[in-house]
C-alpha cells in the first residue's frame, strides 16, 4: 500500500493535487448548473450535499474499478518476487482507492460545512454500510476485468467505455425519481443507482429516494460480482502474473 501511494501521489509533481481536483471540479460545475435553475433542494436534500454525496459515492466505484482492473500490469515487476502474488496488489490498490476516498470525502464535507452547508447524516450506519457496498463493488468488477484482460488486452478500454455513460445514468447529475416509472424501471436494472440512492437515503428520512431501491439487489451483484472475480483470479492467477 505504501508504494501504491507514493506512485499514485507523488509520481508528478501534481498528482497528489489532480486526485483532490477532480471530484472538486465535478461538485463545482454542476452546482453551477443547478444555481444558474435556481434549484435549492433536491428530494428535500440541500443542493450541495445531494451532489456531492452522488459524485463522491460513484466515484467510490468508479475510481476502485478503474485502479484495482489496472494493478497486475501495472506492479508486474513485483511478481519476480514469490511471495507476492497478483492478487496481493489488487487488495492493496482497492484499500488505497478507499482510504483515498475517504480523505477526500472529508475534505469536501469540511468545504461545504464552512460555506454554510453542513453534513449531518440521520442514520450514518447505513450510510457507512451503503458505501461499503459500493467500494466492495468497485474492488469485484476490478477483479473480473483484470481476469479478462489476460484473455482480451482491450478490456481496460472497454471498462472506460462502459463508465462513462453509466454516470449519466446512475442519478448523479439528475434525480432518477423524476422520470416517468417506465424509465426509470429500466434505469435502476443499474446496481449503482442503487447505491446512490441508498447512501443520500442515510442522510435524512425526509429524502425523496427512488421507490425501486433495493439494497438486497445492490448486495447480491456484491456478492455475485465477488465471487466470479475471485474464480477468475484464481483460475487465471498463471496468466495474470506472467503479463
Not at 448548473?33 to 468508479?62: C, E, H, K
Not at 429516494?209 to 483460475?235: N, S
Request: net charge positive; with cysteine; aromatic share 12%.
Amino acid at each position: 500500500m505504501l508504494r501504491e501511494a507514493l506512485t499514485r501521489l507523488f509520481a508528478t509533481r501534481i498528482s497528489w493535487a489532480w486526485v483532490l481536483f477532480e471530484p472538486v471540479f465535478h461538485v463545482a460545475y454542476l452546482l453551477v448548473l443547478y444555481s444558474a435553475v435556481r434549484v435549492r433542494s433536491v428530494g428535500n436534500l440541500d443542493t450541495p450535499v445531494w451532489i456531492m454525496v452522488g459524485i463522491q459515492t460513484f466515484f467510490l466505484f468508479r475510481k476502485t474499478a478503474d485502479h484495482v482492473a489496472g494493478a497486475p500490469a501495472d506492479n508486474s515487476a513485483l511478481f519476480a518476487y514469490r511471495q507476492v502474488k497478483p492478487v496481493d496488489t489488487l487488495v492493496a490498490r482497492g484499500l488505497l482507492e478507499g482510504a483515498s476516498w475517504l480523505v477526500i470525502t472529508l475534505l469536501l464535507i469540511a468545504f461545504l460545512a464552512l460555506w454554510g452547508h453542513p453534513f449531518v447524516p440521520q442514520f450514518p450506519l447505513a450510510m457507512m454500510g451503503a458505501c461499503a457496498a459500493m467500494w466492495l463493488l468497485g474492488v469485484a468488477f476490478g477483479m473480473v476485468v483484470s481476469a479478462c484482460t489476460t484473455l482480451m488486452r482491450e478490456t481496460r478500454q472497454l471498462l472506460s467505455i462502459v463508465l462513462r455513460p453509466l454516470y449519466m445514468i446512475s442519478g448523479v447529475m439528475f434525480p432518477l425519481g423524476s422520470l416517468p416509472a417506465d424509465w426509470r424501471g429500466v434505469l435502476m436494472l443499474n446496481p449503482l443507482a442503487h447505491g446512490v440512492e441508498l447512501v443520500r437515503m442515510g442522510l435524512s428520512d425526509n429524502y425523496q429516494a427512488v421507490p425501486e431501491t433495493d439494497a438486497g439487489y445492490l448486495f447480491a451483484w456484491v456478492l455475485g460480482l465477488l465471487l466470479l472475480g475471485l474464480a477468475l483470479q484464481l483460475r487465471l492467477s498463471h496468466k495474470v502474473g506472467a503479463r
